[in-house]
């Protein structure tokens, strides 16, 4: 499926990589052709009015003020995304795109968290997945030499663009905005992090988990290990796993979602262990046997690890882990490649990474 250029920056998400466009917009908006200079006026104009409303100091407003504010600040959002949208679009070749691309990428991370967080947690899986380069290339290809830019400055400008909105809504959606901050490839993520950690009005029970995002042991680009005797006996080295795709699935018997994504898993393991896929499981049950209870019930033959610290203090938590299922994936040459993905995406990231050179 094709985006239209006047489609905003999320739909173009959507879109891209196989979403239905008809549930983010039921129609398409017809615009005058203007030229790259009138629409960068204004963007400029749009982002100046857009920094204005943010600086409000919403503690000393009240309730119905402060809501205004809120709104005031999420429509021009709106309208910045919109525009930046339109000009990256239009005009690819122009030495502004990436600015564009900044501008609408802020706006839209402030429009998401004031106004539409559950589009906005798809659009984090697809601006920090691992297709996003090769998904823009294929369906884009005026933007496709600028694809490993433009998602840096997404990513990274969706960040600022939720500090920047936390002073309107600081513990809003607490769970999405630390999926974004996991997920992020760049300083970006601990820039959101760092920012969660120390602000007073987020919940003790979620600084602890930026804290572990913060610190935690593997980053994404970077080398994976992971090293254990499972349930059963079998020794596991990540090291020796090298020129396989790796799946590593963080999970509890105590947990439903974990449970019931387990036949997908065994599915996608069937299917391309032939070609070099492996899957480790990293268990946070208490006890041993309700973790054995599942694995034989659902006959699961891959191996397991019992991490007994759990999301404090074991391996998940050293991970940055904080809720499960996690399903992390690395690449053939032991690469951290993506933390969090999505269990409906996940057959086409194994693709994408079984298809790269070891």
Same mark, same amino acid.
């Not at 525009?83 to 795109?97: G, K, V």
């Not at 191996?303 to 050293?318: V, Y």
């Given at each position: 499926?094709?985006?239209?250029?006047?489609?905003?920056?999320?739909?173009?998400?959507?879109?891209?990589?196989?979403?239905?466009?008809?549930?983010?917009?039921?129609?398409?908006?017809?615009?005058?052709?203007?030229?790259?200079?009138?629409?960068?006026?204004?963007?400029?104009?749009?982002?100046?009015?857009?920094?204005?409303?943010?600086?409000?100091?919403?503690?000393? =407003?009240?309730?119905?003020?402060?809501?205004?504010?809120?709104?005031?600040?999420?429509?021009?959002?709106?309208?910045?995304?919109?525009?930046?949208?339109?000009?990256?679009?239009?005009?690819?070749?122009?030495?502004?795109?990436?600015?564009?691309?900044?501008?609408?990428?802020?706006?839209?991370?402030?429009?998401?968290?004031?106004?539409?967080?559950?589009?906005?947690?798809?659009?984090?899986?697809?601006?920090?997945?691992?297709?996003?380069?090769?998904?823009?290339?294929?369906?884009?290809?005026?933007?496709?030499?600028?694809?490993?830019?433009?998602?840096?400055?997404?990513?990274?400008?969706?960040?600022?663009?939720?500090?920047?909105?936390?002073?309107?809504?600081?513990?809003?959606?607490?769970?999405?905005?630390?999926?974004?901050?996991?997920?992020?490839?760049?300083?970006?993520?601990?820039? =959101?992090?760092?920012?969660?950690?120390?602000?007073?009005?987020?919940?003790?029970?979620?600084?602890?988990?930026?804290?572990?995002?913060?610190?935690?042991?593997?980053?994404?680009?970077?080398?994976?290990?992971?090293?254990?005797?499972?349930?059963?006996?079998?020794?596991?080295?990540?090291?020796?796993?090298?020129?396989?795709?790796?799946?590593?699935?963080?999970?509890?018997?105590?947990?439903?979602?974990?449970?019931?994504?387990?036949?997908? =898993?065994?599915?996608?393991?069937?299917?391309?262990?032939?070609?070099?896929?492996?899957?480790?499981?990293?268990?946070?049950?208490?006890?041993?046997?309700?973790?054995?209870?599942?694995?034989?019930?659902?006959?699961?033959?891959?191996?397991?690890?019992?991490?007994?610290?759990?999301?404090?203090?074991?391996?998940?938590?050293?991970?940055?882990?904080?809720?499960?299922?996690?399903?992390?994936?690395?690449?053939?040459?032991?690469?951290?490649?993506?933390?969090?993905?999505?269990?409906?995406?996940?057959?086409?990231?194994?693709?994408?990474? =079984?298809?790269?050179?070891?």
């Amino acid at each position: 499926m094709k985006c239209s250029q006047s489609f905003s920056l999320l739909a173009l998400f959507v879109c891209v990589l196989g979403g239905n466009i008809s549930s983010v917009f039921a129609v398409e908006l017809t615009k005058p052709k203007l030229s790259a200079t009138e629409i960068w006026k204004q963007i400029v104009s749009g982002r100046a009015a857009l920094d204005q409303a943010m600086v409000i100091d919403v503690g000393t =407003l009240s309730i119905e003020n402060r809501e205004a504010a809120r709104k005031r600040a999420a429509d021009l959002a709106s309208k910045l995304e919109e525009t930046a949208n339109d000009f990256w679009f239009e005009f690819p070749n122009d030495t502004n795109l990436l600015s564009a691309v900044a501008h609408c990428a802020y706006a839209l991370g402030i429009e998401a968290a004031l106004a539409h967080q559950g589009l906005f947690s798809k659009a984090i899986d697809r601006i920090t997945g691992i297709e996003f380069e090769s998904e823009l290339t294929k369906d884009t290809p005026s933007l496709s030499r600028h694809a490993k830019a433009i998602r840096e400055v997404c990513e990274s400008n969706l960040v600022a663009g939720v500090i920047a909105a936390l002073h309107f809504q600081p513990t809003n959606n607490l769970g999405i905005l630390f999926h974004l901050a996991q997920k992020a490839k760049n300083e970006a993520g601990k820039s =959101l992090v760092r920012e969660l950690f120390t602000n007073s009005l987020v919940p003790s029970v979620w600084t602890e988990s930026a804290s572990n995002i913060l610190n935690r042991r593997f980053s994404i680009g970077q080398p994976f290990s992971i090293k254990f005797t499972g349930f059963d006996g079998r020794k596991v080295d990540s090291q020796k796993m090298r020129g396989k795709v790796l799946l590593v699935n963080f999970w509890g018997s105590y947990c439903p979602s974990c449970v019931t994504e387990i036949p997908k =898993l065994k599915s996608l393991h069937k299917k391309y262990r032939s070609r070099g896929f492996e899957i480790v499981g990293v268990n946070l049950d208490r006890e041993i046997k309700s973790a054995l209870k599942v694995i034989k019930g659902k006959e699961i033959t891959w191996p397991n690890m019992m991490d007994a610290g759990g999301l404090e203090n074991g391996f998940a938590g050293k991970c940055g882990i904080f809720w499960i299922p996690n399903n992390w994936l690395v690449d053939k040459k032991g690469n951290l490649r993506e933390i969090a993905a999505d269990a409906d995406d996940l057959e086409k990231k194994i693709k994408l990474l =079984l298809a790269e050179a070891p």
